[in-house]
């Protein structure tokens, strides 16, 4: 029967952690009377539950069961709204039964309800055939602490609380594939979690600290490891704090669950530039090279942190998510790539022509712990040959938002909506004081709306979307090129032509997509995901209404991979097509009217019919993004036709820059204008 009326809760397991308690109902415990409103906090009082006892007959969870002579000790919260009583059926589960009771008191009996243990259902089975995630989350992490607590003594011989944290996480990435197996599987070991980390040896820089050139670049390397640490620890506590909040944000479990988290971690680090910047000269004065370890450098970025970190800061970062991100269909996600000298990176593996005189091409990446510590960004280095290899190389720094193993090819997607993905993407190039490069932004696509294999798009479409994010630049001698048609950046010419405009993979989102693939051969396991690889990363790019048509596109058009070399060598339209975007990107004439409208004709369809043939977005945000899109193609068009250089120092994304911007202070980053709030 539904609760109607507000009531008393007996708690006496986990819920008697404040913390708990809060991500659960969304409510404050306090065990002051002068704390509480009784509206968002309310005071919990010790109480004694008679006629029962505790028992945990899978050594992981605690019931109270009848006994005669038998007494609980416990706290006794409320009256508490009768709204909170669904969330408090959903994290008890079918092993517990809710019971109106008479608890003890310091003044006496009072009523509450408790959920006690459902003895019928426990006799059944035990373990973790449970349905409530997060009860399994906290006891999962008291045996990851435990662990880690050895692992410290045995690593480092000394027991701080800091330390441990330091220790967490320069074993980040293994604690994240434990977590994750853990919730595969049903269940890891003791044994197991212990001897992960226990085995795996601390990463730190003595490899290369007599190396002349390592030291000349650790300065750079050692402020990014503290500017990374330091949005870690925000990011742990915002959802330690705000984890009720961003639950009812997430999208479900099928998309990356730090998606808000990290988003708001990254907007309050960007936020604080000039602090983090005079935090991360203090690291260095402080420490040293020479005589301290990477752990050293961890540690007091973890110390740092907390001195910064703000909650109300925090909370209203939640906020401003929460007021300005909605809804989509398509799940999308983004890879970000970085290099201070650009593409040469990849032409130059060895750095004898050209040389990163920051970072050395990333070459030092793992002996300062940085693929560890960039796990919850998906950092890594991509030479565009074999990205899982940790070995050290020269390559891209590239953030893979939502990557949950590199080497496992393990992935979700960010989000649906368009507004949370581009202000992740933006967010991510502020963090990083490394020049940015390009983006690729990709669509898990439904299966109503899978790709068609080998299926081009016409070729105005195609320049369209490159007049709009294939970075149209003016060359010193007043001609414009389309930089992305220009180099061998996504372009490559005999023997093996291709343009790698878009390119259809398969991603798995668990091992038990490649377990099930290999257990029954001959079926696809995993989803296909198209991923645009055109786009410049560039500060003056709107990545919303882009995500927009690409997304319309897609849905209208179906297209598959372009341009392999194997669909140039069979197809002569394919040949053709490659040779016109050739010669177009080299000396782009203005878009045509028609070509226009055909193209945010596609794009309107598209969007229109995105989910069983309706819209998902208003009326109001389509048309915002039209009109954006049809502003950067104009702004295209001024650039080709302008006369006088000196009246060219502009972008078509600058161009627009007004038109962007300008609803920030309506939306936020451009969201929607005209279209009303959501309401939650």
């Known amino acids: 029967m539904p609760q109607t009326k507000p009531f008393n809760l007996f708690v006496y397991g986990t819920l008697m952690n404040p913390e708990v308690f809060r991500a659960v109902m969304g409510l404050r415990m306090v065990k002051r009377e002068a704390e509480c409103d009784n509206v968002t906090c309310f005071r919990a009082r010790r109480a004694i539950l008679p006629g029962y006892h505790k028992i945990s007959p899978d050594h992981t969870y605690l019931y109270a069961v009848p006994e005669q002579h038998g007494r609980i000790r416990g706290y006794i919260i409320g009256p508490l709204p009768a709204r909170t009583m669904s969330a408090l059926l959903q994290y008890e589960g079918r092993n517990y039964s809710r019971r109106t009771v008479m608890v003890q008191t310091r003044f006496g009996p009072e009523q509450a309800k408790v959920f ?65 197996r853990h919730f595969e599987a049903g269940g ?5 979690i212990r001897h992960s980390l226990m085995d795996a040896p601390l990463p730190d820089f003595q490899r290369i600290a007599d190396d002349p050139e390592a030291r000349a670049l650790a300065p750079n390397y050692l402020a990014m490891v503290v500017r990374q640490v330091i949005f870690n620890q925000y990011d742990d506590r915002i959802r330690k704090d705000f984890r009720y909040e961003i639950e009812q944000m997430n999208r479900g479990p099928e998309y990356y669950d730090r998606a808000i988290s990290s988003l708001a971690a990254l907007r309050m680090v960007n ?56 809804r989509g269909y398509i799940p999308m996600g983004a890879e970000l790539e970085f290099s201070n000298i650009g593409h040469a990176v990849i032409n130059d593996p060895q750095g004898q022509a050209v040389r990163d005189m920051s970072y050395d091409g990333f070459l030092y990446f793992p002996d300062f712990g940085l693929n560890v510590l960039t796990w919850k960004l998906g950092g890594h280095v991509d030479d565009h040959h074999d990205k899982a ?69 016409p070729p105005a479409m195609l320049k369209c979307l490159f007049a709009i994010a294939g970075d149209p630049v003016r060359t010193p001698d007043g001609h414009v090129r389309i930089s992305r048609l220009q180099g061998n950046e996504i372009l490559a010419d005999q023997p093996n032509p291709h343009l790698l405009f878009s390119e259809i993979s398969l991603r798995h989102s668990s091992e038990s997509d490649e377990y099930s693939q290999a257990a029954r051969p001959g079926r696809v396991s995993g989803t296909y995901v198209q991923q645009f690889k055109f786009l410049r990363l560039a500060s003056d790019l709107n990545y919303e209404p882009i995500a927009m048509a690409l997304k319309g596109i897609q849905i209208s058009m179906r297209p598959g991979s372009i341009l392999t070399t194997a669909q140039y060598r069979r197809s002569s339209r394919s040949r ?82 007004e038109v962007q911007l300008a609803p920030r202070s309506l939306g936020g980053g451009g969201r929607r204008a005209g279209q009303k709030k959501r309401t939650r």
């Not at 402080?286 to 907390?306: K, N, Q």
């Not at 899109?629 to 820059?657: D, H, Q, V, W, Y």
């Open 271 to 326: 936020g604080a530039e000039g602090v983090l910047d005079m935090m991360t000269a203090d690291a260095m004065s402080d420490l040293s090279f020479e005589a301290d370890h990477l752990v050293d450098y961890v540690r007091w970025s973890i110390f740092a942190a907390d001195e910064l970190y703000d909650s109300r800061l925090a909370k209203t970062e939640i906020d401003f998510i929460r007021n300005h991100s909605g």
């Open 188 to 192: 890891i070991s003791d044994y197991a």
């Open 389 to 457: 290899s940790e070995s050290p190389r020269r390559g891209f720094f590239e953030v893979a938002m939502g990557n949950l193993s590199i080497r496992a090819n393990i992935s979700k997607p960010l989000t649906d909506d368009p507004w949370l993905l581009n202000q992740l993407i933006h967010q991510a190039r502020m963090f990083y004081k490394i020049a940015p490069h390009s983006v690729h932004i990709s669509l898990q696509m439904r299966r109503q709306q899978s790709p068609v294999q080998d299926r081009l798009l």
């Open 576 to 657: 053709a097509l490659y040779h016109e975007l050739v010669e177009w990107g080299s000396s782009p004439q203005p878009l045509s009217d028609a070509e226009i409208d055909s193209f945010l004709s596609a794009v309107d369809e598209g969007l229109y019919t995105e989910r069983f043939g309706k819209p998902v977005h208003s009326g109001a945000y389509i048309a915002w993004a039209i009109q954006q899109l049809r502003s950067m193609l104009r702004g295209f068009n001024m650039l080709i036709n302008c006369k006088k250089r000196m009246k060219c120092e502009t972008t078509p994304g600058k161009l627009t820059a």
């Open 116 to 180: 006690v243990g459902n003895v019928k259902q426990l006799q059944h089975a035990f373990g973790y055939d449970f349905h409530d995630h997060y009860k399994q989350e906290i006891l999962l992490e008291e045996k990851i602490e435990a662990a880690l607590v050895e692992t410290e003594q045995q690593q480092l011989h000394r027991g701080e609380g800091l330390l441990r944290r330091a220790v967490a996480e320069l074993h980040g990435s293994t604690i994240r594939d434990l977590r994750r």
